[in-house]
């Protein structure tokens, strides 16, 4: 799987963690204030530098608010990766964020579907480091569930996207050889 590769993505998380701001800073290359979501939205992003480029990722942003969060499993049948956003500076909706990805990367959907935490928000001066953030939401704990990382990122700079998306693009290479053999999906 190289250049002219097609990947479909679902990007969750907790309401304003930042998924949206993700998703026009890969697409535009810039900052855009976003409106909450709502339903949700889709853009295809082509990989521009390394190991990425010229791969097509098609992502979906799911709402995050509590009452959209059931509907987030359906997406994950044409998924081949998970991005799951938190908010780094949030310490006191952590738990939240950890609740619900357990629940997201347990789900049968997504057995074994490789997922990245993207810590957002760095640049917020109380934002927590990647340790700390890995020991809150269990991620140790998690991976034996599935391939589970984490990267940090400011949405607001583009600081951290592009080598979130190739540590993504290489989770899924790795997912597919690995089942290559089982079922296609
Ligand atoms: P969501 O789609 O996850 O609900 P949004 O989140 O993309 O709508 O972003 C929620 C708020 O967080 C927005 O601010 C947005 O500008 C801000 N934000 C997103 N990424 C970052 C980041 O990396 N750093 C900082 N400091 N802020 C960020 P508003 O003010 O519109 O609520
Ligand atoms: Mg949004």
Redesign the pocket.
């Known amino acids: 799987m190289g250049a002219g590769a097609s990947i479909q993505i679902v990007m969750v998380?907790?309401?304003?963690?930042?998924?949206?701001?993700?998703?026009?800073?890969l697409k535009f290359n810039q900052?855009l204030?976003?409106?909450?979501?709502v339903g949700f939205n889709c853009e295809k992003i082509e990989g521009s530098e390394g190991s990425t480029k010229g791969v097509t990722f098609t992502i979906w942003?799911l709402?995050?608010?509590d009452n959209m969060r059931p509907l987030w499993k359906p997406y994950l049948r044409s998924a081949q990766g998970i991005l799951f956003?938190v908010?780094s500076?949030d310490t006191e909706r952590m738990d939240e964020a950890k609740c619900e990805l357990n629940k997201f990367v347990k789900s049968q959907n997504s057995q074994g579907l490789p997922c990245l935490v993207i810590a957002?928000?760095?640049?917020?001066p109380e934002a927590m480091d990647v340790a700390e953030i890995e020991k809150m939401l269990g991620i140790s704990d998690l991976s034996r569930s599935g391939p589970v990382r984490l990267a940090p990122?400011?949405?607001?700079?583009g600081e951290g996207l592009h080598e979130a998306m190739d540590i993504m693009f290489d989770m899924v290479k790795k997912w597919k050889k690995g089942k290559s053999g089982r079922i296609a999906r």
């Open positions: 998380g907790l309401d304003m963690t930042g998924k949206t701001t993700i998703l026009y800073r900052y204030n976003a409106e909450s979501t942003d709402g995050g608010r956003v908010d500076s957002n928000k760095q640049d917020l990122a400011c949405a607001v700079t």
